[in-house]
């Protein structure tokens, strides 16, 4: 249902980054990465399919963009990486006690939920209002994540803006908001 409102508000956009992310973005996002040397997420990442790589190029957008200090009444925040990285993907093993983890779960925001080991992707939810929209891989969750935001008419999380603009403006070409930083990974992918 959120994929078809979506296409109802941006139908030139619907499919654009299911369609582009693994034959554009993803590989040139994994050469962006292998030069600021992120190791830990490409650990053997050349001996993997298309589709796995794709999945962790998604996870380095967290890395590749860096968080940015935002202001909440007076007081200022800074998220660290690893808020960021909860707030776009949030990765739990694969026995996750779903139940327990929606019930903890206090959010308002829609986001991803990866269940894996590692950086593999067993189960992809995305998670919006305490409910769990399972999904058949961890790009189609991110897609719907995306359209959500969307068809709810719902703010990006703060903690993790830059990414979902960077989707947005980028993946997607819908315009809007754009820090600076998107617009030099924009220019980077555009000469990778």
């Not at 590749?64 to 990285?85: D, N, W």
Request: hydrophobic residues 45%; glycine residues 4%; proline residues 5%.
């Amino acid at each position: 249902m959120i994929s078809q409102d979506f296409s109802v508000l941006h139908l030139e956009s619907s499919g654009r980054l299911t369609e582009n992310w693994n034959p554009v973005f993803s590989t040139k996002i994994i050469c962006m990465a292998k030069k600021e040397k992120t190791a830990d997420l490409l650990t053997n990442i050349d001996s993997l399919s298309g589709d796995k790589q794709g999945d962790i190029a998604l996870q380095l957008l967290t890395v590749l963009l860096p968080t940015a200090p935002y202001k909440l009444g007076k007081r200022i925040f800074r998220p660290s990486s690893l808020e960021m990285r909860r707030a776009f993907i949030d990765v739990k093993p694969i026995a996750t006690n779903m139940a327990e983890y929606l019930m903890k779960s206090t959010t308002e925001h829609p986001y991803v939920l990866m269940l894996g080991e590692g950086h593999q992707c067993s189960q992809a939810f995305v998670i919006v209002n305490g409910a769990a929209l399972e999904q058949p891989s961890l790009l189609a969750a991110v897609d719907v994540c995306f359209k959500a935001f969307f068809v709810f008419d719902i703010s990006y999380p703060k903690s993790c803006a830059k990414v979902w603009e960077f989707i947005q403006t980028t993946v997607f070409q819908i315009p809007g908001h754009e820090s600076n930083a998107v617009k030099l990974m924009r220019a980077q992918i555009a000469t990778t």
